[in-house]
């Protein structure tokens, strides 16, 4: 069985809380009735949104966790954001992950000139200065990959709504629906 689920914003990307200091948080299972096994395929964190591939199938999950599938990223950034910032992104650039520096893989990342059609939600009011939308797209997850990223480029992360992966599309989704998938890959 295979699922594409609009994750919304204030979710963890799990079934069931194994951990006592998460114990408020909101988990999927509150939003869909998944079987046992089902999983999610890679992680969307807390304040991110957007496509959340489940599956029963571990290798279906290996396959789409490799840098063989892109992972597309819609990404609201505090500031209006520079050419140059975007090259950076481009080339790959050093983040740190668990506590040691890591570089980057380049990647595919542009200026999106119009807001993105995606599930509308507030941030912030625009007295607070400016912002910029940016599609970028990677081949690889390490923890808040793209948090990290556009902060390192001095351009902190407002919003991250996961658009695609590989194939498969947000498309017209809102936050907790749910679309049983065919394997396309």
């Known amino acids: 069985m295979h699922f594409k689920l609009y994750k919304p914003y204030g979710y963890l990307s799990q079934f069931v809380n194994n951990q006592n200091k998460r114990r408020n948080k909101k988990l999927l299972g509150s939003i869909i009735e998944a079987p046992d096994n089902l999983m999610a395929i890679g992680r969307l964190d807390e304040k991110s949104e957007g496509l959340l591939l ?80 940016l599609s970028i797209t990677l081949t690889e997850g390490k923890f808040r990959q793209v948090r990290k990223m556009t902060a390192a480029i001095g351009f902190p992360t407002l919003r991250l709504v996961r658009v695609r992966i590989g194939n498969y599309n947000i498309d017209e989704m809102q936050p907790g629906d749910i679309k049983k998938i065919e394997p396309t890959l």
Request: aromatic share 8%.
């Open 54 to 133: 489940l599956t029963t199938d571990g290798k279906m999950s290996d396959y789409i966790r490799s840098s063989k599938i892109e992972k597309e990223y819609y990404v609201m950034v505090d500031g209006l954001i520079t050419t140059e910032a975007i090259e950076k992104l481009k080339k790959g650039l050093e983040i740190s992950i668990d506590g040691k520096p890591y570089l980057t893989k380049a990647c595919k990342a542009f200026l999106i000139e119009t807001a993105p059609k995606v599930h509308e939600r507030y941030v912030r009011d625009e007295k607070h200065g400016p912002t910029s939308w």
